[in-house]
């Protein structure tokens, strides 16, 4: 069974399964109810609207730069489901903060000197939280599953990621702030519960002293990293996927609102078909690799997202609708002739760059000694976040000088020609004695 579709009745993995899912789902749903209703109910500026969209980006990012050298030593000299429950117990009043704030945006009530800083607060506090949360998704599945189920697995929990993002997503897009405001706590509450059911992952190695200098232990970290060949080239293929999804991100909203004359319904759309396209690409890669954890067919998948993209910038450019100002609803942007062709173009981003990113995160806990496997996983997200912030300051200078959104479209469409490099330089590699399958 490829899939391993068995997994989810098994303890060892639906509880952490389940925790990560409403770990995803609750910060997109947060992340997306405050994005979207500055865009759509503060901001009336192309510019600035893509400014906060890129600064939000980057306060959840920054913890992942800064702190991901001490998240990772924790992981890999602490017991993994002992620090999930401290870390989802922390949600619970990260949350309440930022159900604050959205209910004070809502009311109009002191939006500039209260409401946004308490909501950018607590993403800042969801980025520190998700960074020592990270590691752990990942590296905690080689000690619970059998050598042959870590691709399953690894492509499971990236699937749900990504339908938990959709759910999350829809919701921020439908429903009001208010109410999402009080939805971000309750799921805050139940993924705490359902982390206790996690079982007992105990270190590897013996429990050594945490080095709390974090600029040193990030250096350190990443250097005894990144000599292994086959993780090298992953980390960096993994980061320069992270940062064409940061700036796609970035531009989405103000993009559906200032190019397609669309409302934050459509915006949240858009959000969804990524999300789908995501999570069918991460299962689809599974089925054809058979279980095996290999690179084969990353540089394929990674040309064919690149041509995707480059199709979506001229859908997005030939875009021409008359709304007399008003924004387009769900029903009236399907009927728009190019409607179909753009969530199509967008789709298919989307199902390339899940076959393209599954396999590097397997190689990150399969091709190291299961001792390292959360070390590995949060030099991984030293790097992706580095990127992903310059990814961020390079969407904001664009629009500062002025090029238009869908012209950015294109800068995306060149990382993916160095990322296709990267997966070419990791499936030669991966065959080599310098790149070990460790896997127990």
Not at 214 to 230: D, F, K
């Amino acid at each position: 069974m490829t899939t391993s579709t068995h997994l989810l009745r098994r303890r060892r993995f639906l509880p952490l399964f389940v925790t990560q899912l409403l770990n995803a789902f609750n910060d997109n749903l947060y992340k997306n109810a405050m994005v979207l209703f500055v865009v759509y109910s503060v901001y009336n500026s192309e510019a600035e609207e893509a400014r906060f969209s890129a600064i939000a980006s980057g306060v959840f990012i920054l913890p992942f730069f800064v702190l991901s050298a001490l998240a990772g030593q924790l992981a890999d000299m602490r017991d993994k489901a002992r620090i999930i429950r401290i870390i989802k117990a922390c949600e619970i009043p990260i949350m309440a903060c930022g159900g604050t704030g959205l209910v004070l945006a809502w009311q109009g009530t002191m939006i500039d000197t209260l409401a946004i800083p308490l909501m950018l607060l607590a993403l800042f506090a969801m980025g520190v939280h998700s960074t020592f949360f990270g590691p752990i998704k990942y590296a905690i599945l080689p000690q619970h599953l059998k050598k042959n189920e870590v691709l399953a697995g690894t492509g499971l929990v990236e699937a749900g990621t990504y339908i938990a993002v959709l759910a999350g997503t829809i919701m921020a897009g439908w429903i009001a702030v208010e109410w999402a405001a009080l939805a971000v706590f309750v799921i805050a509450v139940i993924g705490y519960v359902t982390s206790r059911s996690v079982p007992p992952a105990p270190p590897m190695i013996e429990p050594q002293p945490l080095d709390h200098h974090v600029i040193r232990a990030s250096i350190a970290l990443v250097r005894n990293t990144m000599h292994e060949r086959c993780v090298f080239y992953a980390i960096l293929a993994i980061s320069f996927f992270w940062t064409i999804g940061a700036v796609l991100f970035i531009q989405f909203p103000p993009l559906a609102k200032n190019v397609l004359m669309a409302s934050k319904e459509v915006a949240s759309l858009f959000l969804v078909i990524f999300s789908v396209g995501v999570a069918i690409g991460s299962m689809s890669i599974n089925a054809l690799l058979k279980g095996n954890v290999s690179a084969r067919y990353a540089p394929a998948s990674i040309i064919v997202m690149a041509v995707f993209v480059v199709a979506f910038h001229f859908v997005c450019s030939a875009w021409s609708v008359e709304t007399g100002g008003a924004l387009l609803g769900i029903r009236e942007f399907v009927v728009e002739p190019l409607a179909v062709p753009l969530l199509l173009t967008l789709l298919g981003i989307a199902i390339a760059g899940g076959m393209f990113v599954v396999p590097l995160y397997a190689f990150l806990t399969t091709r190291v000694a299961p001792s390292q496997a959360a070390r590995t996983i949060a030099a991984n997200n030293i790097v992706n976040s580095g990127a992903m912030v310059g990814g961020s300051l390079l969407a904001v200078s664009l629009s500062a000088i002025g090029m238009p959104i869908t012209d950015q479209l294109l800068l995306s469409a060149a990382m993916c020609l160095i990322s296709a490099w990267l997966g070419y330089r990791l499936y030669r590699a991966e065959g080599e004695t310098a790149c070990p399958d460790t896997a127990a």
